[in-house]
């Protein structure tokens, strides 16, 4: 069993466990600092939503970002990583439930997410929550 919460404040065992957990997310992005993760906690837009498991610690991780636009509120989940210690326990399945509870109530229409095919397993928890896959075209250009 996994707690998921909003967290509201940057502490080191949270900088600890973005250490840890995004080198499992992304062999190309480093870790936040805790400015970084400050910046995210503190955004009107941004909920960094973490799970803990029995003893506290941190094992999972997501952000949800929260949106007006002309045609209605909107979501995004990014960046859902779960320690690889820690698979087919079904927290990330926990975690994207949350995200879609903290959406729905600050009124969003949809909740958007990507996910590589490769990624079988959580692409099976998305569908498993009812995500439905679009057929859409993702454009990516990068700045830096």
Do not use: W
Not at 58 to 77: D, K, M, N, Q, S
């Amino acid at each position: 069993m996994v707690d998921v919460s909003d967290e509201v404040a940057v502490t080191p065992e949270l900088v600890e466990a973005f250490r840890r957990l995004i080198p499992q997310l992304s062999t190309s992005s480093p870790p936040p600092t805790a400015a970084e993760l400050e910046a995210i906690v503190t955004s009107d837009s941004c909920h960094l939503l973490v799970a803990r498991d029995d003893d506290g610690t941190i094992v999972g991780t997501t952000t949800l970002v929260v949106f007006r636009i002309p045609t209605g509120v909107r979501a995004l989940i990014e960046d859902v990583v779960v320690d690889a210690a820690c698979a087919g326990r079904g927290i990330s399945y926990d975690i994207a439930r949350q995200a879609l509870d903290v959406a729905r109530r600050h009124g969003a229409k949809t909740v958007d997410l990507t996910s590589r095919p490769s990624r079988e397993a959580a692409n099976h928890v998305y569908q498993k929550l009812g995500f439905a896959q679009r057929e859409t075209n993702v454009y990516r250009f990068e700045l830096a």
